[in-house]
């Protein structure tokens, strides 16, 4: 059974950082592809960032390059966002996902957790 277990989330600033940890458990290929996804009040669930387990690539929505750093422990099974100047426009719910074998979709995601900027 894939378990995904967010933490890391609360209240900042404008200008602030938080860092996400999500733990993994469960999953049986070598390779996967991990994401974190947001979604705000009011808004579609939207992609944030995402990374490869095979070779380390990642990808960033364009609001979150240059801020935003995906990175994973896989000795650990841990992926991890990092968030820096973050600002209002960041606030919602940040999920964790995983793709197995980066296919065609992510199909387990974790409970999700509240991150709230404040201006």
């Known amino acids: 059974q894939v378990r995904l277990v967010e933490s890391g989330g609360g209240s900042v600033q404008a200008g602030g950082s938080v860092r996400l940890s999500c733990a993994v458990s469960?999953?049986?290929?070598?390779?996967?592809?991990m994401g974190w996804f947001r979604q705000a009040p009011g808004s579609e669930r939207e992609g944030v960032a995402a990374?490869?387990?095979?070779?380390?690539?990642?990808w960033y929505v364009d609001s979150a390059k240059g801020r935003f750093t995906i990175s994973q422990d896989n000795a650990k099974s841990m992926v991890y966002l990092q968030m820096n100047s973050l600002k209002p426009e960041d606030t919602g719910t940040y999920y964790c996902?995983?793709?197995?074998?980066?296919?065609?979709?992510?199909?387990?995601w974790g409970q999700g957790i509240l991150v709230t900027v404040s201006s």
């Open positions: 996902a995983a793709n197995p074998r980066c296919g065609n979709q992510f199909e387990y």
């Open positions: 469960g999953l049986t290929y070598r390779y996967n592809c």
């Open positions: 990374i490869s387990s095979r070779d380390g690539t990642t």
